[in-house]
């Protein structure tokens, strides 16, 4: 006999996990009595928010479900932004999530939330565990929904007197994933269809994928001569040293690229959903149906047609029909050819930048990255126009060595960079974030010093929040309102923790100050002041300003 808690932590055993990120409550205290002694590693975070992007970015670099376990009521509703994120960005993870006990329900009890109505949107699956014998029953669906298919988040629910009552259930055995393949027609008919394009181009994006599956489809549009493009926050999928590879769909697009994408003739995307960011808010390809030859690949059938009607829709994990094409003979490249190496040299020329404002340039930051950062490093980022520099000027050569949120989730990038520290101790992973993204979960530096997890940190600090700024110039002129930021210290702040910290202030320090956090031994923050007025890489601030109030003007 066994109680709810340690068959719910025994299940987790079964189904492999090693790590699982939370902040502790009384709604679960016997899970994490179970805990005690069970061959996994609990990180105690600092907010629930923090715990669920740390699950989410250990969901994106393993394929395995990222374990978050929170409290119910508050607890639960801080975990929802990672929640969202994972479903946005189709990772595998499970949130547990503490409930009141079973006789209090429908009382509105302390804390007590109806979880399917909370999450019903933004998860694949979210359920009650009421009954102790049907933890490893529930626990297996949970492990088999969120890695099958799309993968995604589920929740489950745990009432607090459910976990304390016994049972004699089995285990479940190790869940299966269930993966969706290609028929050889589907693959003939895409390759036929790319054969008779004279301006092809492929994008790369979503999930399911694998490193393998990613260096085979490589091989193959280079062997074909083929550009393949990145879809937004999916820079990584594709070797951006690869001579076919010819930019990233994301925000602040390359003008020719994008221009690229409107003159293909045949679109052969793998796995991304097409989302607003990738299309330029549905630009690129008339809705519903584009004028380009559509094959649109996808793990998820209600994905095929939702927004753009294709000529070849195949419901196939992008994995599975990556490597599938990649067993075929390459194609011809002749008739491409000249616009791939086009398409390749404009990519080459938009990583070189102009001199940026002030005496640190983030151009020049992101090319010292470039330079001292191992292939295999992973570099996180939350959202903010800080990240437009990283999006931009740095690359990405291995599978899995970006962390970013597809959904625009502000504080994603310090648990992120954290998480992957953590399950890849011996990998540089270097944070970059902004001072109002910093902020807001930046409180899970704690959780680094205390884990003694060497990850650095770098903290773009203009005093504002940039993004906001930027579109409240475009649209509103000179009518500033809430978006500058008063900051602390950063790098004091960073030995307050018990972290390295410095300041840098001019471009030709920032070589030094990098080498010195990569070596400390520990976590380390580099602040980057950085003059306001280098909003974004194209336009400074009063540029934006001057460029609104001509058009505002002319009208």
Not at 13 to 22: I, N, Q, W
Not at 174 to 196: K, N, Q
Not at 254 to 267: E, G
Request: charged share 20%; net charge negative; hydrophobic share 45%.
């Amino acid at each position: 006999m066994r109680t709810g808690g340690q068959l719910l932590v025994d299940q987790l055993v079964v189904h492999g996990v090693e790590v699982a990120f939370g902040v502790p409550g009384e709604s679960y205290l016997a899970v994490l009595d179970a805990l005690h002694d069970a061959p996994i590693r609990f990180v105690s975070c600092r907010h629930e928010g923090g715990a669920a992007n740390m699950a989410d970015a250990y969901g994106k670099l393993t394929g395995r479900p990222g374990i978050c376990m929170v409290t119910r009521g508050p607890g639960a509703t801080h975990a929802a932004a990672g929640i969202h994120t994972a479903y946005q960005d189709s990772t595998p993870l499970i949130l547990l999530i503490g409930q009141v006990g079973r006789e209090m329900m429908e009382r509105e009890a302390f804390q007590e939330i109806d979880y399917r109505q909370m999450f019903g949107p933004m998860a694949k699956w979210v359920a009650q565990i009421d009954s102790a014998d049907r933890v490893p029953e529930l626990l297996a669906r949970a492990f088999r929904v969120a890695t099958s298919g799309r993968p995604g988040p589920v929740v489950l629910a745990l009432p607090e007197d459910m976990l304390v009552d016994e049972s004699g259930a089995d285990d479940a055995v190790l869940y299966s994933i269930t993966r969706t393949h290609p028929s050889g027609d589907d693959v003939a008919e895409a390759r036929a269809l790319l054969a008779g394009a004279d301006r092809p181009l492929v994008i790369v994006g979503g999930a399911p994928w694998s490193a393998e599956a990613n260096e085979e489809l490589t091989a193959w549009c280079v062997a074909g001569g083929l550009p393949v493009a990145s879809g937004w926050r999916c820079q990584d999928y594709v070797d951006n040293t690869a001579e076919t590879y010819v930019g990233h769909l994301g925000l602040g697009l390359d003008p020719c690229l994008a221009q690229r994408v409107r003159d293909a003739d045949v679109l052969l995307v793998i796995g991304d959903r097409l989302s607003e960011i990738t299309t330029s808010g549905y630009t690129l390809l008339t809705v519903p149906t584009p004028k380009q030859v559509l094959i649109h690949v996808t793990a998820d059938p209600n994905e095929i047609g939702r927004v753009y009607t294709p000529t070849l829709g195949v419901v196939a994990s992008p994995e599975s029909f990556a490597r599938a094409l990649g067993q075929q003979p390459a194609l011809d490249p002749s008739r491409w050819q000249a616009q791939t190496q086009k398409g390749r040299a404009a990519y080459l020329a938009n990583l070189e930048h102009s001199p940026g404002r002030g005496d640190l340039d983030l151009g020049d930051v992101m090319a010292i990255l470039r330079q001292r950062l191992p292939a295999d490093a992973i570099l996180a980022s939350g959202a903010g126009n800080f990240t437009v520099w990283a999006h931009r000027f740095y690359e990405f050569r291995q599978y899995r060595t970006q962390l970013a949120p597809t959904s625009g989730a502000m504080g994603y990038g310090v648990p992120a960079a954290i998480a992957a520290k953590i399950l890849h101790p011996a990998r540089a992973v270097v944070c970059m974030t902004g001072d109002g993204d910093f902020l807001m979960t930046g409180q899970e530096l704690a959780v680094a010093v205390q884990g003694d997890v060497a990850v650095v940190i770098l903290v773009v600090n203009n005093g504002m929040y940039g993004t906001i700024r930027m579109h409240q110039e475009r649209h509103y002129p000179g009518r500033v309102l809430g978006t500058d930021l008063v900051n602390p210290d950063f790098a004091a702040l960073a030995r307050a923790f018990g972290a390295h910290g410095a300041v840098v202030d001019r471009t030709q320090d920032f070589a030094a100050a990098l080498d010195d956090a990569l070596t400390c031994g520990g976590p380390a923050v580099i602040e980057l002041r950085v003059d306001p007025e280098a909003l974004t890489p194209r336009q400074t601030l009063t540029e934006i300003r001057e460029a609104a109030q001509a058009l505002s003007s002319a009208s």
